[in-house]
């Protein structure tokens, strides 16, 4: 084998309906590395899904999260308790909101954005940040900064999409032109779009990383909501 650029599935309830995100695989003969891993609680599903490959988490050699959101970090604390010697990578700006060493910017915008609710969203925003408030920190180990290259898949060089949070990154396989976007790109009925709008940091800063991501032209973008869009690489 020369390596393997897997798409996992993981979906979770979200009120009447399922929330589905697909966090990726980048498996090579000296690595296994998880990029974003899904809910608070989406450890079981992440071991049903390794387990199609053969993998257990045990084997994962680095798990890195491209931003400190619930859906991308929900499961870090929990792998990590599984396997003590997996890596976690962030870039710089996110760590302390991946550590809570600093209060979580999303934690901070959801409580502004209660104060504001009409009385019939209030249940719903209190729940909202109730669970953001369960999120387990994780310390980060290593920093991925812009045009790091990693010799993950052939080659796996980082870049820094802004935005949607302002460390956001997102991850370029160069060999095969594959984006592993995160966040800064999401998929609505097939076409690219930026995720989330309402929950984003900085609109501008946000356009501006789509429009980056976009212009590398790639094969195939592989979107944590939404799935992929071009040719996905066989499972
Ligand atoms: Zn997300």
């Given amino acids: 084998m020369e390596y393997k650029i897997i798409r996992l599935v993981i979906k979770a309830p979200f009120g009447d309906t399922v929330n589905t995100v697909y966090p990726t695989l980048l498996w090579d003969e000296k690595n296994i590395v998880l990029v974003d891993c899904g809910f608070i609680g989406s450890l079981t599903t992440i071991e049903k899904e390794l387990a199609q490959y ?9 798990l890195v999260l491209t931003h400190h959101d619930h859906d991308h970090m929900g499961a870090a604390a929990a792998l990590k308790r599984v396997n003590p010697n997996l890596k976690i ?9 991946i ?15 209660q104060e504001t609710l009409p009385p019939d969203q209030q249940d719903f925003g209190r729940a909202f940040c109730d669970m953001l408030r369960r999120v387990e920190p994780v310390p980060v180990d290593d920093f991925l900064n812009d045009s ?3 010799d993950w898949c052939g080659g796996c060089r980082i870049i820094a999409t802004p935005g949607h949070t302002p460390g956001h990154i997102s991850l370029f396989l160069e060999k ?9 790109m999401a998929l609505e009925e097939g076409r690219p779009v930026i995720a989330n709008p309402q929950f984003t940091l900085d609109l501008n800063q946000a356009e501006n990383s789509l429009n980056k991501l976009l212009s590398l032209k790639a094969n195939a973008y592989y979107c944590y909501h939404g ?7 066989p499972r």
């Fill in 227 to 233: 799935g992929v869009y071009g040719k996905e690489l």
């Fill in 176 to 184: 095969d032109s594959i984006v592993i976007t995160g966040d800064a």
């Fill in 89 to 97: 990578y962030s870039s710089p700006e996110e760590a302390p909101y």
């Fill in 99 to 113: 550590s809570a060493q600093d209060k979580p910017l999303r934690l901070k915008q959801a409580e502004e954005l």
């Fill in 54 to 62: 053969g993998l257990t988490v045990k084997q994962l050699t680095g």
């Fill in 148 to 150: 790091d290259k990693m």
